[in-house]
């Protein structure tokens, strides 16, 4: 490992992650999807594996929104974390997140 000291401690990321996934969740509930922006930064990159880059919040919340009124995104408002980890050093968390539909 580098000598090289986190910008964040590991509670302000556990603490920054658990506020994203209760937005997640209120979002599902409340299906404002345009609201998904806000887990991001101005000049996020987000890549999806279909979908491909899109580049800044505005973009991200314009596709979510379309994409979630539209089947199948319409029939998918669940995403719980399954499980993750954090890299303190780097500031990064990995996670594994679920697409749960509906239950019919």
């Known amino acids: 490992m580098g000598s090289s000291t986190s910008k964040w401690s590991r509670d302000e990321i556990e603490e920054t992650f658990e506020r994203h996934q209760q937005l997640v969740v209120e979002i599902g509930k409340s299906w404002e999807w345009a609201r998904y922006g806000e887990l991001f930064t101005e000049d996020a990159t987000y890549v999806e594996h279909l979908y491909g880059k899109m580049a800044g919040r505005d973009k991200i919340s314009e596709w ?8 199948p995104g319409s029939e998918m408002p669940f995403y719980p974390v399954t499980w993750s980890s954090i890299d303190v050093e780097k500031g990064w968390v990995f996670s594994e997140i679920m697409n749960r539909m509906k239950d019919p």
């Open 64 to 71: 979510i929104a379309s994409t979630m009124d539209t089947f």
